[in-house]
T-cell receptor, first 115, second 114 residues
Framework: ETGVTQTPRHLVMGMTNKKSLKCEQH?????MYWYKQSAKKPLELMFV???????ENNSVPSRFSPECPNSSHLFLHLHTLQPEDSALYLC??????????????FGPGTRLTVT | AQSVTQPDIHITVSEGASLELRCNYS??????LFWYVQSPGQGLQLLLK??????LVQGIKGFEAEFKRSQSSFNLRKPSVHWSDAAEYFC????????????FGTGTRLTIIP
């Protein structure tokens, strides 16, 4: 049990749908991350939030819109996605004040399929 | 820019045998290095990390890794694998500017045979 939960675990959506992924961390951390994991490709960092402020947007298309209402919750709003967006989306959290060696704790991911 | 190479996509090892997973990194300064493991249907879990000090690092689940600056490598080892070690293993390098900039390798899938 990593203390980071993600819902839903599986999502199938059409290209015209709007959906949201939710992440919640119960570890008291102050940094949260979205990663995209595609088959045969390295994990791609998408967004980083430190103390609810976005500090990293790794050239992610605007059809992905993150939201961090507080340090425990992170959302990824999805709209007009493409089939190539099908992947496992992982959320992670860490204690940013611990510096560069702070461990990132990952959730189990949401398996997204775009049809 | 930092990068990580894991040259082995898939490795098969007999239970009880030793294991070494390779990782090569590219980074201009002293790197922060990590090994994560991902079991099926799970997120990633940190096995061990290195920044400075002793170049042989001990981690959880009996794993260790050795940092070799001259070879730009951070290979993961375990003397005797168990069936529960079957998973995907990811090497990652972090920047000096914070843990936000973790760059991952493509992973090595480990299969254990009886």
């Amino acid at each position: 049990e990593t203390g980071v939960t993600q819902t839903p675990r599986h999502l199938v959506m059409g290209m015209t749908n709007k959906k949201s992924l939710k992440c919640e961390q119960h570890l008291g951390h102050n940094a949260m991350y979205w990663y995209k994991q595609s088959a045969k490709k390295p994990l791609e960092l998408m967004f980083v939030y430190n103390f609810k402020e976005q500090t990293e947007n790794n050239s992610v298309p605007s059809r992905f819109s993150p939201e961090c209402p507080n340090s425990s919750h992170l959302f990824l709003h999805l709209h007009t996605l493409q089939p190539e967006d099908s992947a496992l989306y992982l959320c992670a959290s860490s204690q940013a004040s611990l510096g560069p060696l702070a461990e990132q704790y990952f959730g189990p991911g949401t398996r997204l399929t775009v049809t | 820019a930092q990068s990580v190479t894991q040259p082995d996509i898939h490795i098969t090892v007999s239970e009880g045998a030793s294991l070494e997973l390779r990782c090569n990194y590219s980074y201009g300064a002293t790197p922060y290095l990590f090994w994560y493991v991902q079991s099926p249907g799970q997120g990633l879990q940190l096995l061990l990390k290195y920044f400075s000090g002793d170049t042989l690092v001990q981690g959880i689940k009996g794993f260790e890794a050795e940092f070799k600056r001259s070879q730009s490598s951070f290979n993961l080892r375990k003397p005797s694998v168990h069936w529960s070690d079957a998973a995907e293993y990811f090497c990652a390098v972090g920047s000096n500017f914070g843990n936000e900039k973790l760059t991952f390798g493509t992973g090595t899938r480990l299969t254990i045979i009886p």
